[in-house]
């Protein structure tokens, strides 16, 4: 509880909230697919061998993005409310 008696969420619960995992993946799915065929279009097309981390980091940096942004955005919502309230 915070001084004005609002709960305030830990940062884990933003983190793992339904809609912002929900988001961060979707947004991750698109944008990831599109950055693996920029990066690895040729091993794609020709049939060569794909790197499997640069698979994950691609998928993954941008779910990080996507949920940092969100998180932040969370948190800045939830201090003006305080303030407000």
């Given amino acids: 509880m915070t001084a004005e008696g609002l709960h305030r969420p830990s940062l884990?619960?933003?983190i793992f909230e339904r809609g912002i995992v929900r988001r961060s993946a979707i947004l991750a799915a698109i944008v990831g697919t599109i950055l693996?065929?920029?990066?690895?279009?040729?091993?794609l097309v020709s049939g060569g061998p794909l790197v499997a981390?640069?698979?994950?980091?691609t998928y993954c940096v941008p779910y990080c993005v996507a949920?940092?942004?969100?998180?932040?955005?969370?948190?800045?919502?939830?201090?003006?409310?305080?303030?407000?309230a």
């Fill in 36 to 43: 693996n065929f920029i990066n690895q279009g040729d091993a």
């Fill in 53 to 57: 981390w640069k698979i994950v980091l």
């Fill in 12 to 14: 884990a619960a933003i």
């Fill in 67 to 84: 949920t940092y942004g969100a998180v932040t955005a969370r948190l800045e919502m939830t201090k003006r409310s305080a303030r407000v």
